[in-house]
């Protein structure tokens, strides 16, 4: 995978693992269009390449990342008009947090569920590489698969998520990797009833 963006690096690891990280500490890694353009590259070429089993998206320094690039968009207010846009869907917390900007701490943020998990900055990357190596050990076919039934159910169209389901549970039987990971559950299974 070519490395095009110098805000962002992209770094390949063991087992189908693909780092990328936001590369501007200075600004907490804020997205400018470069940045935005590179990622929807990376995030492209990644989802057609069979090698990548698994992608982690990291930033350098001590923030992830801030958001926006603010000042660039100040910049060019006056060039463009920024087009409307819609929010349908949302729970009322997450509409609360749009209209307000409210930035939330860590604890937070794992309360209003909008992380998983909390790790010490010196562990993330490292613990994000794990659940990431896990992840592209997994079935990937059927992750696929889940990501197209949950895109459905995002679109409110819950019949379609619901065919979708029961179609791909039956493909997801029939498939090498299913019938494996079938027999490696049901191995597991059974040493745990044994013990």
């Known amino acids: 995978m070519a490395q095009e963006n110098p805000h962002l690096r992209q770094e390949w690891r063991e087992e189908g693992v693909l780092l990328l990280t936001l590369d501007r500490p200075e600004?907490?890694?804020?997205?400018?269009?470069?940045?935005?353009d590179g990622l929807a590259a990376a995030l492209g070429r990644a989802e057609r390449d069979r090698i990548v089993r698994c992608l982690v998206i990291t930033g350098a320094g001590r923030g992830f990342c801030s958001g926006g690039d603010v000042r660039a968009m100040g910049r060019h207010s006056k060039e463009a008009t920024a087009p409307g846009s819609e929010v349908e869907g949302w729970e009322a917390r997450a509409r609360e947090l749009f209209f307000t900007a409210d930035v939330l701490d860590a604890e937070t943020a794992l309360r209003y569920g909008l992380v998983n998990h909390l790790y010490p900055h010196?562990?993330?990357?490292?613990?994000?590489?794990?659940?990431a190596r896990r992840l592209a050990q997994g079935p990937v076919g059927a992750y696929g698969r889940m990501k197209e039934v949950l895109r459905a159910a995002d679109a409110g169209d819950l019949l379609r998520a619901l065919e979708l389901e029961a179609m791909y549970m039956t493909l997801s039987g029939l498939t090498s990797e299913g019938r494996q990971f079938l027999r490696r559950f049901l191995e597991e299974r059974g040493s745990r009833t044994q013990a």
């Open 27 to 36: 600004t907490l890694n804020a997205l400018s269009q470069q940045m935005v």
């Open 122 to 131: 010196e562990e993330l990357v490292e613990r994000g590489l794990e659940l």
